[in-house]
Structures are given as C-alpha cells and as structure tokens.
C-alpha cells in the first residue's frame, strides 16, 4: 500500500511562487505516475500535473502550462510542484495522486481523477491580489 503526504501550500500575493511536495511512504516501488490535482470551492477536482516515472514524461493542463512545472526525486519519492506566477484563480485545495498496479493509468486517462488509486489528504494554496 502506497500512502501520499502533501505539504508546502500556504498564502501567497498574485504573482509569486510556492513549491508544493508529495512524499510517497509504504509500497513506493509499485507507482507510475504520481500527480497533482486540484480543487476549488463548488468546483470539481481537475488536473494540474503529473509525471511517469519511467522516463520522466510530464503532462500539464493548459492552465498551468509554463508557469508550473512538476518532478519527481526517486530517491526520496518525493514529487514537487513549482508554481510561478501565481494567480487568484489557482487558489485551490492541491491534492496529489498516484496510480499503482494492477491500475496503471494509460496515457488517455492521465488527466482523469478515475486514473489513479491513491490520493493525497491535500493542501491549501490560496493566492490573493
């Protein structure tokens, strides 16, 4: 069993940056992907990032790309999440996520909450202007 621990959020001005961490404990070895994810007040969870681990592949959403980047330390199974540039509306509860066997998510349903297993309890990133 694999178990998720986010940290990292906090209270940022428009404009500036946090580092969110995911560190993975127990069955780590066994993970794909590990991303993240958020969710804002009334609205659904949505993806944000994530990374394979074999390879190094990434994929982002839209809305994130080329202000955030994620990567993945294996040596510490950890994975980060650089935010630059923030804005008001990634204000959000950040939640990481990751797929384990036999449920590995293929590359069509990475942007998907059903595509991974294990989650996160989340953390608050709230950026005001």
């Known amino acids: 069993q694999v178990q998720l621990t986010e940290s990292g959020g906090g209270l940022v001005q428009a404009g500036g940056s946090l580092r969110l961490s995911c560190v993975a404990s127990?069955?780590?070895?066994?993970?794909?992907?590990m991303g993240w994810f958020r969710q804002a007040p009334g609205k659904d969870r949505e993806f944000v990032a994530t990374?394979?681990?074999?390879?190094?592949?990434?994929y982002y959403a839209d809305s994130v790309k080329g202000r955030f980047t994620i990567s993945g330390d294996n040596a510490k199974n950890t994975v980060y999440l650089q935010m630059n540039s923030l804005k008001p509306e990634d204000t959000a509860v950040y939640f990481c996520?990751?797929?384990?066997?036999?449920?590995?998510?293929?590359?069509?349903?990475?942007?998907?909450?059903?595509?991974?297993?294990?989650w996160g309890q989340g953390t608050q990133v709230t950026v005001y202007s």
């Open positions: 996520a990751a797929d384990t066997p036999p449920n590995r998510a293929i590359l069509s349903s990475l942007r998907q909450t059903t595509a991974y297993d294990v």
């Open positions: 127990g069955r780590t070895f066994s993970t794909y992907h």
């Open positions: 990374i394979r681990w074999s390879g190094g592949h990434t």
